[in-house]
């Protein structure tokens, strides 16, 4: 593996922090100091450097200096293949080497967070941090109505963010209508006693309007304790205070890790949650982690 790392020179490392991370991590793992490499990896991959991305997906595929994944080699590989050269042609190859070995289950897991990280080009954390957005952003105004049968992108994302805070787990919030959002629409509208469908209406939206419940701390908890990521993405979009805490000191985080979710908690970390953040009883989101025995998770937590 080593093979594939060519050293960067000193110009280029003082370029940009996410290219002083990838040198630093670079060096690191020459040295096979593979946690270290991890640690600058991860950081420069989230800040969108590409050959960050294909390294870390590298030490992912390895199990080196963190918990073997297919599913999150699959993910950078993926996003390192769209910088577009030979380097991108090697990591499309990759990309499809891990999608090959992954149950559909951990594919839909992982195009849910590929969704997520293409949509913005930028860390979950940076868009969380423009939360709530000032009145004349484009984000703030209500959307006009929808047609008869819309299909206009920002629209179907409202739906199968709204469907995500339901339960019904229609699919990465892509803004396109594939199998699971048509599946998750008309097992709903069968619920409400609409037409069932599938189809994106705007008697479906409106309905879905007055059944979604108001973004609050508490449907935030519920979202990370029963690890629904599009919800919680949805929900923090509304401009709910991610290190928010219930009457026991319990934050979101805390929830994600004490019920074994690692993709629900690894988008909560991303967006800024406070991983030292504590409960009454003393207890942070590692320490309920562990009980739980979920390696990925466990080690998630400890590289922060």
């Known amino acids: 593996m080593k093979c594939i790392f060519i050293a960067i020179s000193l110009w280029l490392l003082l370029a940009s922090p996410a290219l002083a991370d990838y040198q630093y991590g670079l060096d690191a793992f020459n040295k096979g100091e593979y946690e270290v490499a991890y640690t600058r990896w991860r950081k420069a991959a989230m800040a969108g450097d590409k050959q960050a991305q294909h390294h870390l997906a590298g030490l992912y595929q390895e199990g080196l200096g963190a918990p073997k994944s297919p599913k999150l080699a699959y993910i950078w590989y993926t996003l390192a293949a769209q910088s577009g050269g030979e380097e991108a042609i090697e990591a499309g190859k990759a990309s499809n080497d891990m999608k090959r070995i992954l149950t559909s289950v951990d594919l839909a897991e992982a195009d849910l967070m590929l969704q997520e990280y293409i949509k913005a080009q930028t860390p979950l954390s940076a868009r969380t941090a423009q939360i709530p957005t000032p ?20 629209h179907v994302r409202e739906v199968q963010e709204m ?51 108001p973004a609050t701390a508490k449907t935030l908890f519920e979202a990370a304790r029963t690890g629904n990521p599009t919800a919680v993405i949805a929900i923090l979009r509304q401009g709910i205070d991610i ?58 937590l400890k590289k922060q």
């Open 163 to 213: 469907l995500a805070r339901l339960g019904y787990r229609p699919g990465a919030p892509d803004g396109k209508p594939g199998r699971r959002t048509i599946q998750a629409i008309k097992v709903f509208q069968k619920r409400n006693g609409l037409p069932s469908n599938g189809e994106i209406s705007a008697q479906l939206h409106a309905t879905l309007k007055q059944v979604v419940p």
């Open 243 to 300: 290190n928010s805490h219930d009457a026991d000191g319990l934050t979101a985080l805390h929830y994600a890790c004490a019920n074994s979710h690692p993709m629900t908690a690894g988008i909560l970390l991303d967006a800024g949650a406070d991983i030292n953040a504590q409960t009454q009883s003393g207890d942070s989101p590692l320490a309920l982690a562990y009980p739980t025995n979920n390696h990925e998770l466990i080690q998630l």
């Open 135 to 154: 009145k004349k952003s484009v984000l703030s105004q209500p959307k006009p109505p929808l047609p008869g049968k819309g299909t206009d992108a920002d």
